[in-house]
């Protein structure tokens, strides 16, 4: 798990994106490990630091 908190954080300007409500931030954490699609995974994490512009519809 460390290794995905490395990846994630070195999204360039992730916090201000994640503020900003980008809906290509999901995508990119998803897709971060090469490995698997962390989709879900992707989409509870910037709901959860950012719940007013991630929140389930």
């Given at each position: 798990m460390?290794?995905?908190a490395n990846i994630i954080a070195a999204i360039p300007n992730i916090?201000?994106?994640i503020a900003a409500g980008n809906p290509?931030?999901?995508n990119e954490i998803a897709r971060s490990n090469?490995?698997?699609n962390l989709f879900s995974?992707?989409?509870k994490y910037c709901c959860y630091h950012n719940r007013n512009?991630?929140?389930k519809g």
């Open positions: 460390a290794e995905l916090d201000d994106r290509e931030v999901v090469g490995k698997i995974f992707a989409s512009l991630y929140e």
